[in-house]
């Protein structure tokens, strides 16, 4: 089967089967626009962002990482058996252009996970705002956290409203170490789904985490507050902790934790989910 109607990869039946082939369908013209130069900066990076996406839906649906990375050898084997000028290629590069053509003036973008979700805005702006954010609840406390900026430039921030005005003096994200453990600690349910299952409950043992601290704090502006908050603290994490958030298993949750006097930590927990999706997203407002 050609590049036009590429072939169907999952199993028929199987709740991951949809998400798999859109993203069997979507890495295929990734590679081949990384190999033959097809498509404009905007749309390729459309294309790669709705990989992501793909690749995530199929992970949440119950797909194991193993067979996603056979799907994405298969793709791009696909990909390469393929010549730049064939028909084939050309009739899919059409297909995708006509696709994704409006992507690039789409500003704004839900992106849904398990429980939690991100919102983007990719609006380019002077004044500092959240481009790619998560809200979070934990206890009487509430949190937004993700990416924030002007111009787009983006900062990993942690903005946090205590309902008792307590003032945290540090803050720490916490997620898997890659290098320590390369699969996530998962309690499968619901056939494989993770639909449900409690972010508290989806973080490895501690010997398999890793810990960024917060590099600067201050008073939260009304610009990156909670929604209807009045005040509250904003932690920046550095640009490393963001590279490695984008890495991870969107099943996953990382935790924040802020640090109080007297030994005390509030934690809050944010789902991974399409955490790289939507920031391949925000970048195509910078290309």
């Not at 169907?8 to 990734?30: C, H, I, K, N, S």
């Not at 916490?174 to 973080?203: F, M, V």
């Not at 010997?207 to 939260?220: C, D, E, N």
């Not at 958030?245 to 934690?267: I, N, S, T, Y």
Request: some cysteine; hydrophobic content about 45%.
């Amino acid at each position: 089967m050609g590049l036009a109607g590429v072939a169907v990869m999952a199993a028929p039946g199987l709740a991951w089967a949809q998400p798999a082939d859109l993203f069997y369908e979507r890495t295929v013209m990734t590679a081949a626009d990384q190999r033959c130069g097809l498509f404009a900066p905007e749309i390729g990076a459309a294309l790669a962002a709705g990989a992501q996406q793909a690749r995530g839906a199929a992970l949440r649906a119950g797909a194991s990482a193993e067979t996603l990375r056979d799907v994405e050898r298969a793709a791009q084997a696909k990909a390469s058996a393929s010549g730049c000028g064939s028909a084939d290629i050309t009739t899919a590069a059409a297909r995708v252009k006509a696709a994704f053509s409006g992507y690039a003036r789409i500003t704004r973008q839900t992106y849904a996970g398990d429980l939690a979700g991100w919102q983007a805005d990719r609006i380019l702006s002077r004044n500092a705002h959240w481009r790619l954010a998560q809200d979070a609840n934990f206890g009487p406390d509430r949190l937004t956290f993700g990416l924030a900026g002007r111009d787009g430039a983006d900062a990993l921030v942690a903005v946090a409203r205590f309902a008792d005005d307590a003032e945290p003096y540090a803050a720490h994200l916490i997620l898997r170490d890659a290098a320590r453990s390369a699969q996530p600690y998962l309690e499968r349910w619901n056939g494989g789904s993770t639909a449900g299952l409690p972010l508290s409950r989806r973080l490895p043992p501690r010997g398999a985490l890793k810990t960024y601290s917060a590099g600067a704090r201050s008073p939260a502006g009304a610009d990156l507050r909670p929604k209807g908050a009045d005040g509250g603290w904003a932690f920046r994490f550095p640009d490393a902790a963001a590279a490695e958030l984008a890495r991870l298993d969107p099943r996953e949750a990382v935790a924040v934790e802020f640090l109080f006097p007297g030994d005390q930590v509030r934690r809050a927990y944010v789902e991974v989910g399409d955490f790289a999706a939507g920031r391949a997203f925000l970048r195509v407002a910078t290309r």
